[in-house]
Structure formats: structure tokens, C-alpha cells
């Protein structure tokens, strides 16, 4: 708007205000020019200018409302870093909304809701260079009895890349039991060395969000990540038996398994029905003169449920200590009540007299819905 214009309003809205009265016979005079002044046309003018300054006042108003809003209701944030394959870090944050009124029940009590926001981002250690990310936003609603996600409300994962290298994909699942109801997210990261070569699949990724029927909101990735990296203040370690078998006439594999459980399932029985356990796998394999060819960990973590006697395994991972080994590891859940997951593992190795032999082994993890798993070999 011109210094012109701004005048003509700024006097006709004195004018306004006086009273002063215009018949269609006054004018003003510029560059021999008549302009004459309808009294209507101009008051209404007037009046939409206003109008339109109200509307723009509580426009901004309520822009610094929501603004102020938004940096104040978030009421926790759980932040969790880790170290996959090949010195990539995943960064995870979930963040918790304050909980809103959100209507009645049928029995006329409250229902509430809040807003859970997930980041991951994947970069390198090293360096720092982002390579890609993910981000889902949802509602868990509850009432004191139960908790639950309406399908509005969830969205799909967005995912971004930074890296023409690395791609991360993503699926959700909704789990409701009585009184709780939990997202999960499952993610992968997929890699190319090259533009030549395919995507392949390098890491399985999962996380829970979980919302009991009082609201409370907790957020599950601990089982993720090498053992002597977890926080053992807040799990239970329990070490099986060493098994020893001689798979070939010169070689031995040996196995040592680990079995990890959530405090707080323990703890909270009542309230969480689902449980989270994992197992971990460390297979050694050596020669007749006691030398290691191959060192491998594997790891499946399992959620179950004793009440829905629902089970799955949720990801596995790998990692390759010593040796020239390949490993394949993958889920797969038969039924609802019977997960498991499985590994291939290929080595090679020299023998006594220098012939180098290559081995390959198959193993399978199962889980009932107890939460009791056993790891045998095909």
C-alpha cells in the first residue's frame, strides 16, 4: 500500500469518526481531475478495512499462542543412540505431548489423548554425514481402562534420504491388549556401494511405543545394540550353559547363549502385559588345535504376550568378530503364538595340512508366547 493511499484512508476515517457528511456533489480536485466520494462506498470500505485488521490481529495472536504452545507441551523426550554395522549411528527421539481432553466415554468418564512424535536419523560416526532418516507422528487415546489408536491417527512413516547411497524404508503395526495398546516401528536400512549395484538390505530396526490406560507412555529400543553397550541397570542378564559340539572332524563349533529380560516387565507385571526378552547367540568356531577360524554374535529380540499368548521377534542382527565368515539372519514368525528367526552362516578355513575347507551352518531361534526360546541347528 502507497504513502497516497495510506493518506485518503487516514482522512477518510477522520471524517468518519467526526460525522462529517458527503454528498455526491463534493470533490477533490487533482490534476483537473473530479473524484467523487460515495458516502456508503466509503464507510463500507472503512468498515472492511477494520474488519480486515481485527482478523489480522487475531491471526497473529493466535499464531503466538500455538507458538508458544509448541515449545512448551512437550512433557518428555526420550533420546536413544547406538551403533549399528559399518560405523553408522542410529539417532532416535521420541517425544510425548501433554495429554488433552478428548470427549467422554460411555460410562461418562474422560478421555484423553497425546501426540507421540518419532525422529531416527542415520549418519556416520566417523564424519558425521547424515545418509537418511525417518518420522512418524500419531495419538494414543486412553480413559483409565483402556488405550487405544484410531486409524486417523496414525500416519505413515516419512522417510528422507541424504545420501544417493543409503535408503531407509518403514512399516507400523498397531498391538491392543486390555489396557494397553503399542506402535511399533519397524525400519530398514537399505545400501549400495555403488549406482551399479541394487539396494541391499543391511540392518532390521525396530521400536515400540507403548501407552498404558493411565496415559503413561514409555518407549522401547534397549534391546537394540551390542550387549556391552546396553544399560545394565535396566535389564536382567542370565548366561545358559556352554554347549560344545564337533561339527566336523576338524572343526568345533561352540556356543554360548545369553538370555536378556526387561526389569520392567518384571516389575510391572500388572500393568505392562507385553514382555520383551532377547536372545543372544555367540558362536565360536575352532580348529583342533583350539585356534578360532570364526567368531559370530547373533542376537533376536522377542516380545510376547502371557494373556493374548501372542509372540514375534521383532529383528535380528549380527556381527562378524573374527574369521572370513558371511552371515544371513532374518525373521520369521510362523503364527501368532510361535515367532522365531533364522541364520545361515558360511566360513571358510585352513586345516591342519593347509587345505582351506569352507563350512556352512543353519540355525533356527524359536519362542512361544511364555517367553522360553531355544536355538537348535538344521
Not at 499462542?65 to 512437550?74: D, E, I
Not at 549411528?89 to 521420541?94: A, K, M, N
Not at 520383551?276 to 542376537?299: E, Q, S, T
Not at 493374548?308 to 568378530?321: D, F, G, P, R
Request: proline letters at 1%; aromatic letters at 10%.
Amino acid at each position: 500500500m502507497n504513502i497516497k493511499r495510506i493518506l485518503s484512508y487516514f482522512m477518510a476515517f477522520s471524517f468518519f469518526l467526526t460525522g462529517t457528511t458527503f454528498r455526491a456533489e463534493n470533490v477533490f480536485a487533482k490534476d483537473s481531475e473530479s473524484i467523487i466520494i460515495n458516502t456508503e462506498m466509503l464507510n463500507s470500505d472503512i468498515l472492511e478495512i477494520i474488519k480486515l485488521d481485527e482478523e489480522k490481529l487475531e491471526e497473529n495472536k493466535q499464531g503466538e499462542v500455538l507458538t508458544k504452545n509448541a515449545q512448551t507441551c512437550w512433557e518428555s523426550i526420550y533420546p536413544n543412540k547406538f551403533i549399528i554395522d559399518n560405523g553408522i549411528v542410529c539417532e532416535c527421539e521420541t517425544s510425548i505431548s501433554k495429554p488433552v481432553q478428548n470427549g467422554f466415554n460411555e460410562k461418562g468418564g474422560e478421555i484423553f489423548r497425546k501426540k507421540i512424535e518419532v525422529r531416527s536419523e542415520f549418519y556416520f560416526e566417523e564424519t558425521g554425514e547424515h545418509l537418511c532418516g525417518l518420522f512418524l507422528a500419531f495419538y494414543f487415546t486412553y480413559d483409565n481402562e483402556n488405550a487405544w489408536i484410531e486409524d486417523s491417527n496414525l500416519m505413515k512413516a516419512q522417510t528422507f534420504a541424504q545420501n544417493k547411497y543409503y535408503k531407509v524404508s518403514a512399516n507400523e503395526e498397531v498391538c491392543v491388549a486390555p489396557g494397553q495398546c503399542v506402535v511399533s516401528l519397524f525400519s530398514h536400512l537399505n545400501n549400495r556401494e555403488t549406482l551399479l549395484k541394487n539396494l541391499e538390505r543391511t540392518e532390521e530396526l525396530h521400536a515400540d511405543i507403548i501407552c498404558l490406560a493411565n496415559g503413561e507412555v514409555f518407549f522401547r529400543n534397549v534391546l537394540m545394540g551390542q550387549k556391552e553397550n546396553l544399560n545394565k541397570d535396566g535389564l536382567k542378564f542370565t548366561d545358559l550353559e556352554v554347549k560344545s559340539e564337533r561339527v566336523r572332524h576338524n572343526l568345533v563349533r561352540e556356543l554360548k547363549e545369553t538370555k536378556i529380560e526387561q526389569l520392567r516387565d518384571l516389575e510391572n507385571a500388572e500393568n505392562d502385559v507385553y514382555r520383551y526378552i532377547r536372545r543372544d547367540l555367540n558362536l565360536v568356531y575352532k580348529d583342533n588345535k583350539g585356534n578360532i577360524v570364526a567368531d559370530v554374535i547373533i542376537h533376536a529380540p522377542f516380545r510376547y504376550n502371557i494373556e493374548t499368548h501372542e509372540v514375534k521377534c521383532l529383528s535380528t542382527y549380527n556381527i562378524v568378530q573374527q574369521g572370513e565368515v558371511d552371515v544371513i539372519t532374518r525373521t520369521g514368525n510362523e503364527t501368532r503364538s510361535y515367532g522365531g528367526a533364522y541364520g545361515e552362516i558360511k566360513l571358510k578355513y585352513l586345516t591342519n595340512k593347509g587345505t582351506q575347507k569352507t563350512f556352512k551352518d543353519r540355525l533356527i531361534i524359536k519362542c512361544d508366547s511364555m517367553g522360553n526360546a531355544v536355538c537348535a541347528f538344521a
